[in-house]
């Protein structure tokens, strides 16, 4: 019987009304159908059937790959031949290529149903034929009952002996009564037969509450578990499940995914390829000039004798599209759900689901398999280290390459420098810089050392270097800014200039309390001005954070008020004289902590980073710099939204990125005079919202202190057990902490305009100086 064509998502060109159309010698076909779109499924015909492909439009090497055999979705192979012919009977005096190959069948659990032995010539997945089978595969009786039975027969024991051998026992069901309060109750398990009393580790597998327990307890009593089937006829066997498993015969799974019931058996089904060889034969023959004469011929002789596969395969020109969206996409960290959430394939899909293109996508796996595949070919030695050295050693030789350096140290550590050639010049003309380490961008242990400034002259805050490194020792950090300075000076041609060595260039570098850090560019500076000591050189360029220092006072909440205050007015005082009467009262106190503390901010070069009393920096410099890292901390908060938890490779290509972004925006800015916010970022702006911020925590200390109070009170009156008694000496003791904070705000008022008159006189000679 002649089949005819199903036209699903294909457009039939024309029928032509000829009964035989001769290929070759023995090749004829007793029925054709031209087409512009590939057949996955090619109808077949024991007389012959001739799918005719129209690829006029289409560029030859497309056209080849668009329609190629390797699309079909039936598995091909076997002991076929590619061989040219000189004089195609169907296009005369064209010299083609044809290929030959035989259907390989499917592959079929043991326990297929008799269903699905039929033939076929064509394929219709909305028969009733297919609903059958997808129904059928959902109707699997006792399937919670089966999964747990196998589960435990697969779970091994853990219990390991004083000899070290592992406990081989079996699972077996067992019941204990669980008493809760007066209310007993009898609970069942799966423990291992050979569980001995004292010995701990044993199997122990809790039982769901969708489990049947009688059909469970039935099946330990009676029924044995396979889990690489078993050898038998199924003739002979009451088989209760049976399954519509079909798997192309190229698949690499050999195990069913259901479980099965024959007679007393628990059986996990094997795959195995269908015993009876198809039949059907593929001719596939090309035009070797496609231009002369477009189009492509498949012919398909004989019926298959199984069901048709499953639509693993995707079509080429799918996959290619796909592949385009893919290739511009940040390929480092791009994952499945990235990249089905993302814009350009919400756009491309246009409301669709992805399945819509075609039924294998449906399976995430393989966008995930297109994904890898794309990045293993871009970054073939990884996005760890390695990775970063061969795109490094790809990119040493460009004009303006952004991974720098990399210096390898003992032990796998390793230092990775990164920043553009207009980052370092910019960076080589700052009175000023921060410093700061972030966590949180890269995963594992390496870590992300960011210097960066807020720029006033077109109000954004740059980072200009970023560092990736492993390691926070002192010689690590020598070895950093001997990179760091070194790569700038490359650049520049010229010497990097510090204000304390060359009268002008850098002047301070504002830096948390790392010592590390600290001893390390102290070192380094040291190593090449070899007058001053490592400390001697932080104590003129080296400036804390003192939101760091402020905050780590906080985290002292067992110190008294007043101690706690002494040490916030440390950095306001104008004499080492003041200083160091109130770390001598501090120390004299004798509250536990106060002493190690004193000795740690005694240390010269921690005590000129914070005091601008005993800072050797000069001092219109310290005034005009920040006294925090705040800046550093918004360039992390930045960066931070392009992605976190990234590997090495994709820290780095995202950072590239971002400071792409961000200078451009500020070539743009001074070029143009458009700013990337309607925000006004002035300085004076900036300043105003920091003071409103403090204000705001200032004001909102006093309603949670209020709060919590009243909170614990309810608490207390509740338990009967824990009822204080709230005294008036409790108010007193409040009303006159608000009233030391009062005189210590007061007293920092004055400081504060002490120092601005010292400011405005240092400003007037320097004025002054000027003009003389």
Request: proline fraction near 4%; aromatic fraction near 10%.
């Amino acid at each position: 019987m002649v089949e005819n064509p199903i036209e699903v998502n294909e457009e039939l060109i024309e029928e032509w009304p000829i009964k035989v159309a001769k290929f070759g010698q023995k090749l004829t076909a007793s029925e054709i159908h031209y087409y512009i779109e590939f057949q996955e499924y090619p109808n077949t015909s024991e007389t012959g059937f001739a799918s005719v492909y129209n690829v006029s439009g289409w560029d030859e090497e497309e056209a080849r790959k668009a329609f190629s055999m390797t699309n079909i979705q039936y598995s091909y192979g076997g002991s076929g031949t590619t061989r040219t012919v000189k004089n195609c009977d169907f296009f005369p005096g064209i010299k083609v290529s044809k290929e030959e190959r035989k259907c390989l069948s499917v592959k079929m659990c043991e326990f297929a149903s008799k269903k699905l032995e039929v033939d076929h010539t064509s394929v219709d997945f909305t028969s009733s034929l297919f609903k059958n089978l997808f129904d059928a595969n959902e109707k699997f009786q006792e399937r919670a009952t089966l999964c747990i039975f196998a589960k435990a027969h697969e779970y091994k024991c853990g219990y390991v002996d004083q000899k070290g051998i592992r406990c081989n026992g079996t699972p077996t069901l067992g019941e204990f009564t669980q008493v809760i309060g007066s209310t007993s109750s009898k609970k069942k398990f799966i423990g291992c037969t050979k569980w001995q009393s004292g010995e701990k580790n044993h199997r122990y597998l809790t039982i769901p509450s969708n489990i049947d327990l009688e059909l469970l307890e039935d099946m330990f009593n009676g029924h044995s578990y396979h889990p690489n089937g078993i050898d038998f006829e199924k003739d002979e066997l009451d088989v209760v499940d049976e399954c519509y498993i079909v798997r192309p015969n190229s698949t690499r799974s050999d195990e069913c995914p259901f479980l099965h019931k024959a007679g007393n058996r628990i059986i996990k089904g094997i795959i195995n390829k269908k015993t009876d060889s198809c039949p059907v034969k593929f001719y596939h023959i090309i035009p070797e000039n496609l231009k002369d004469c477009p189009f492509i011929v498949t012919v398909s002789v004989g019926k298959h004798n199984h069901p048709p596969p499953p639509p693993r395969k995707t079509p080429y020109n799918v996959k290619n599209q796909l592949q385009k969206i893919i290739d511009n996409e940040h390929i480092l960290d791009l994952t499945a759900r990235k990249f089905l959430t993302g814009s350009m394939i919400q756009s491309y899909l246009n409301g669709r689901a992805i399945s819509d293109l075609h039924p294998s996508l449906n399976n995430q796996s393989k966008i995930n398999y297109y994904i890898e595949k794309t990045r293993r070919s871009q970054y073939p030695f990884g996005q760890n280290i390695l990775g970063v050295v061969h795109e490094f050693m790809k990119h040493e030789k460009s004009e303006d390459p952004y991974i720098r350096s990399i210096r390898f140290l003992d032990s796998g550590q390793y230092i990775v420098l990164c920043a553009t050639k207009q980052q370092l010049k910019a960076l080589s003309e700052l009175t000023y810089f921060e410093i700061d380490m972030a966590f949180k961008r890269i995963h594992g242990i390496t870590n992300e050392w960011e210097v960066a400034a807020y720029l006033p002259h077109v109000q954004k805050t740059l980072t200009f270097v970023r560092i990736f490194t492993n390691v926070e020792t002192a010689n690590a950090y020598q070895n950093l800014f001997e990179d760091l300075f070194n790569c700038i000076e490359r650049d520049t041609g010229e010497t990097f200039s510090f204000y304390h060595i060359h009268g002008k260039g850098l002047g301070c570098i504002i830096a948390d309390q790392h010592k590390g850090q600290a001893l390390g560019l102290g070192q380094y500076l040291s190593s090449k001005y070899p007058h001053l000591a490592p400390v001697e050189h932080l104590q003129y360029i080296y400036k804390l954070c003192q939101v760091h220092y402020k905050r780590n006072i906080d985290k002292n909440r067992q110190l008294s008020r007043e101690i706690r205050n002494a040490m916030y007015l440390i950095p306001s005082l104008n004499t080492q004289e003041e200083v160091l009467e109130v770390l001598n009262k501090i120390e004299s106190c004798e509250e536990p902590g106060t002493a190690a503390w004193v000795n740690d901010k005694r240390t010269p070069w921690v005590l000129s980073g914070v005091s601008y009393a005993f800072t050797k920096m000069d001092h219109i410099i310290w005034n005009q710099t920040p006294n925090n890292t705040n800046v550093g901390e918004s360039a992390h908060a930045n960066v931070n939204h392009d992605g976190r938890n990234l590997s090495l490779l994709a820290g780095i290509a995202r950072g590239r990125d971002f400071d792409k972004r961000q200078w451009e925006s500020t070539d743009v800015y001074e070029k143009y005079n458009v700013p990337d916010s309607y925000r006004n970022k002035s300085e004076l702006t900036r300043l105003i919202q920091a003071e409103q911020r403090v204000e705001k925590r200032r004001k909102g200390k006093q309603p949670l202190l209020s709060s919590n109070t009243r909170k614990k009170q309810k608490s207390n009156f509740r338990n009967k057990e824990n009822v204080i008694e709230i005294i008036d000496s409790d108010e007193n003791l409040r009303l006159e902490e608000q009233r030391k904070m009062k005189d210590l705000e007061q007293d920092m008022l004055i400081i504060q305009k002490q120092k601005n008159d010292e400011l405005e006189r240092e400003i007037i000679l320097l004025e002054k100086r000027k003009r003389f």
